[in-house]
């Protein structure tokens, strides 16, 4: 399968649970959280996974890897920088470079 295929499949779960909505927005699609709490569960794990060197559990795992496939086809990093600050980046990137390695 492509990789559209899994985000399309992903995202369509979670729209069917009620966790997020398609809006349709000038530059493409946006899927914003119907429940901003479980937005910042999301963001918070993803930071204690890159910041503070902890385990990956599935969901933060899954969240990595298509955060930095969408950000690989991207200068800015959008999905990565939502979570990270530049600075936070910058200085975490050697963490980074090793999750991708270990989760792929």
Do not use: C
Request: aromatic share 6%; charged share 30%.
């Amino acid at each position: 399968k492509s990789p559209r295929v899994y985000i399309d499949e992903i995202t369509d779960s979670l729209i069917s649970k009620g966790i997020v909505h398609k809006e349709s927005k000038w530059n493409g699609l946006r899927f914003p959280t119907d429940d901003p709490s479980a937005e910042k569960a999301a963001v918070d794990g993803l930071r204690n996974v890159i910041l503070n060197g902890a385990e990956p559990d599935v969901m933060s795992a899954t969240l990595f890897m298509l955060a930095r496939a969408a950000d690989s086809n991207s200068i800015s990093r959008p999905f990565m920088y939502s979570v990270l600050s530049k600075e936070e980046y910058k200085a975490n990137e050697q963490r980074i470079k090793q999750l991708e390695q270990q989760l792929k």
